[in-house]
Structure formats: C-alpha cells, structure tokens
C-alpha cells in the first residue's frame, strides 16, 4: 500500500518504519519532526512503575511492548539502559505510596523487593538519606532522541504530503489530532530538566518526596534528566517557574549530588491523552488510521503500536482496548 504517516514523533516514525521494512511504501510528513512530545521525554520503559489501580491494560500492553524494546534497541543500534529502576521515598508518608505500589504490583504478579532507607543507600549511593525503596528490576530505559534520530534514517520525512493519493493516512501528530478527531486528545503539560553530573545515579529513581512526585533518569556521558509535572490546561505548554523550582527542589533532596549539576535544558511540551488514558490505535473511517493518545506511555509502546498498526492494515484484528471508536460509542 501506500501510506501518508502524519507526525514524525517516536510512535509516527516507528510505524513507518515497521510497514517500509514489510514492503509498503511509506511517506511520512511533518514539518518539525522529533520536536513534540518525544524531544521532552525521559524514555522509561516502565511498565511496573506506571502500572496503576484501575489501568490493567496499560500494564497489559506496557508489560508486551517492554518485552520487544531489548531486540528492537538492537536494531535500531541504539544503547538501552538496563539498571533497572529503583522506586524511592524520602519520608516515611512518601515510604507509604511505594508500599502502595509494590502492594499493587504483588496483585499483577510482579515481584518486588522491599528495601529499607540503609539497603536502598548501599544499592544506590547518590540518594539521600531516604525512608525506603523498591526494587523493579524489568523497567529499563532510553534516550528517545536517539531513537528518533536513528528511525529518521530509515524513513524519509517531508514537510509537505506527497502529491499521489494514499491508500491509507496514519495520523500519529500526539496532542494535536486534525478534525474530526480532534476532540479525542487533549494535553498534558509536562516540564522536563536536562542536566550533566560527575555523580549520575546508576539506574533510574522514580520517587516520591515530601509528597512530590519526581523522577531522575541517567543517561550516558553524565546527563540526567528530571521529571515531570503533570498539569491539564488548555493553553500552549511552557515551562513555569513553580513548575521548575518543584522539579529542582524534589530532584536535590533525593539527590544531593544535584546541586553541583550543570543545568543544560529545561523543556516544556504537551503529553497526549484520551479520556480513558489509552491510546487510539485503530481505523475511523475505511482510510484513515490514528496512532495516537499515548499520554505518558508512548517510547514504551512505540515499537508495540508499530506493530499493531502494521498488522491492523494487513487485515489483523484491532485491540478492542485501542480501537479509537470506543471512544466515539461513549
């Protein structure tokens, strides 16, 4: 077939990239690509750090599309961090939610090692003096502009559609859908910070502190990166005050080695959501698909989306979890 893909953010690419290597011949258009959600985000492939109470396809499709990252890092030619991830509280209120969590994970199966403030120290030595921890030693990540970077050689992008017809479009464009779908997205700002330390932490550290959620993510070379506020608004995403001293103020009480980072980069940008907080993988009308909606999911499921899509337009069934008319029947 011929394919237009609108959006060239991870999951955009990703699909594209999935029906070039099965034969279609694929365009994809964006005049900004790789400068969305994707340039904001820290790249945990989480599926235990964001299950959560009531959300079990989320981990459902989080837990199938973190098992393909290991082979499709490969691929691409991309380093994955494979630390690890360590779920933190500084006090004993923030001890609570991950007591809460690690109860919610033992629900789904997934075994968790509890630590107190003195064996989470010894494991990670860049903390504070904390309450406790956790151990999730399946939630990997990497760096999505990497990613990006590396699907960008593989797929052509232009600014401006091909003059042929398609026999599909693919509409992946995050937070900003183009009528009549529209109405099935909205973002959610998140505000991000980019620094560079002598003394990263060796794998990633979802915590909570003092109430306020943060996470700390190491990269190669010495970057971190610290997120990310989680805020519902209906004007263009920018990066605030209040919104970065929060981020700075959490990050160095968890992390004391951070007051002698260099900042490098403090970046705001609209996470998509739906309604139901899954995404919209599926057709909506006989040729136009979305690949859309991942809220805070979409590095983790861009190689599982890829795959749908590719299956869905060769004649495979839909997620009824993702089916985007789902939506629409509500």
Do not use: K
């Not at 009480?253 to 993988?281: H, I, M, N, S, Y």
Request: aromatic fraction near 4%; hydrophobic fraction near 45%; charged fraction near 25%.
């Amino acid at each position: 077939m011929r394919v237009h893909v609108l959006g060239a953010g991870i999951v955009g690419l990703a699909c594209a990239d999935e029906l070039r290597r099965r034969g279609h011949d694929v365009a994809v258009v964006d005049p900004a690509p790789g400068s969305g959600a994707t340039y904001a985000a820290a790249g945990m492939l989480s599926p235990a750090g964001e299950a959560w109470y009531g959300e079990p396809d989320v981990h459902r499709l989080g837990l199938r599309s973190a098992a393909m990252w290991p082979e499709y890092a490969d691929r691409l030619g991309v380093p994955l961090q494979r630390n690890g991830t360590l779920l933190v509280g500084l006090d004993p209120g923030d001890l609570q939610q991950v007591q809460r969590q690690a109860d919610l994970l033992a629900g789904l199966g997934v075994a968790v090692d509890l630590l107190d403030g003195r064996e989470a120290r010894r494991l990670e030595p860049t903390l504070a003096r904390v309450a406790g921890a956790a151990t999730l030693p399946d939630d990997h990540s990497v760096a999505p502009r990497a990613v990006v970077a590396a699907l960008m050689e593989r797929v052509p992008v232009t600014a401006a559609p091909p003059d042929e017809v398609p026999d599909l479009r693919l509409v992946a464009t995050g937070a900003c859908l183009p009528e009549p779908w529209r109405h099935l997205v909205h973002g959610v700002r998140g505000e991000i910070l980019r620094a560079r330390t002598d003394d990263p932490p060796t794998r990633v550290l979802r915590s909570w502190v003092r109430g306020e959620p943060v996470y700390v993510v190491p990269r190669p070379g010495g970057e971190v990166v610290v997120g990310a506020t989680v805020e519902e608004h209906d004007e263009p995403p920018v990066a605030t005050l209040g919104g970065v001293e929060r981020l700075l103020t959490a990050a160095r009480q968890l992390v004391p080695g951070l007051d002698r980072a260099e900042l490098l980069e403090v970046t705001a940008r609209d996470r998509p959501a739906t309604a139901d907080r899954l995404p919209l993988v599926g057709p909506v009308d006989e040729r136009t698909w979305l690949a859309a909606g991942h809220f805070r999911h979409g590095v983790l499921l861009a190689p599982l989306t890829a795959q749908l899509v590719a299956d869905g337009v060769e004649g495979g069934a839909v997620d009824p979890a993702l089916d985007p008319r789902r939506l629409e029947e509500t």
